[in-house]
């Protein structure tokens, strides 16, 4: 390993673990093109890897978080637990509908988030308590 | 029933207790999850953060620290199946994920510093870039 790829691997892994911190996602985004790159992993060695590391960092940030008084661990265990659920789903999908569809089909499901999230930082939350307007459609 | 109203709730806004239609969008989110964790080999929080806060009324800073915790068990149900095929590096993974970790530690406590709006918006950002990878 050179030393280039190692400085390039610890600083990939710094930015991801902050970005987690702030925004509560483990990271894998950065993770998978990062050892591809500096690490030598073959796209799947590099995913399922990420998923090791992903463990490390989000179950830190879940600890100091809960530390903070953010965290609702039984909801976490209810998303985690029934999370298989959609890995069967995912399997079926994949081999179902082409893999161009599924990307600008969740892209377009994170532009749909990021509307509604980019409001609630202009405008501030609306009202969760009760049934939530469902102006979804 | 009566959804708890306490003055007391300065960062949570607690949203109704385990009714069946909370526990199905909880069912929802985690089906959400695992499907992008796999089709996409990432852990799902760009899913989970969003629908914690539009569907069960988190507040952000709630709905990013929850998230992490589901992306832990998330992340190690994968890695687990993964490590049976022998696709795990292990060294690999520590000299990422040990500067992460690092990482995280920061990025938790500056979090508590800025404002849950502050979040959302960052939050905003981050999926528009995740939308333009995915399209690209």
Known sequence: MELSDLIGAIAIGVAAGVAGGLVGVGGGVLFVPGLVIFLDESQLGAEATSLLAIVLVAGVGAWRQGGYGNLRMRDAIVVGVLSPLGVLAGTVVANAVPERALEL??????????????RRAVDGPRRPAGAPEDRSG | ????????????R????????????LAGIATAAGLFSALFGVGGGTIVVPLLILWLGYG??????????????????GAGAHAFYGNVDPVAALVIGL??????????ALQQ????????????????????????
Do not use: D, K, N
């Open chain 2, 113 to 136: 510093r800025i404002s849950e709006r502050a979040v959302a918006g960052g939050f905003a950002v981050l999926l528009v870039v995740s939308a333009g990878v995915l399209v690209l």
């Open chain 2, 60 to 77: 952000e800073r709630e709905a990013t620290g929850t998230s992490l915790a589901a992306i832990a068990i998330i992340a190690a149900l």
């Open chain 2, 14 to 25: 607690r949203a109704p207790q385990h009714t069946s239609l909370r526990l199905a969008r």
């Open chain 1, 105 to 118: 089909s969740f892209a377009a499901v994170q532009l749909g988030f990021a509307y509604q999230l980019a």
């Open chain 2, 1 to 12: 029933m009566v959804p708890a109203r306490s003055a007391a709730g300065s960062l949570s």
């Open chain 2, 99 to 108: 500067p992460a970790v690092a990482g995280v530690l920061a990025g938790t």
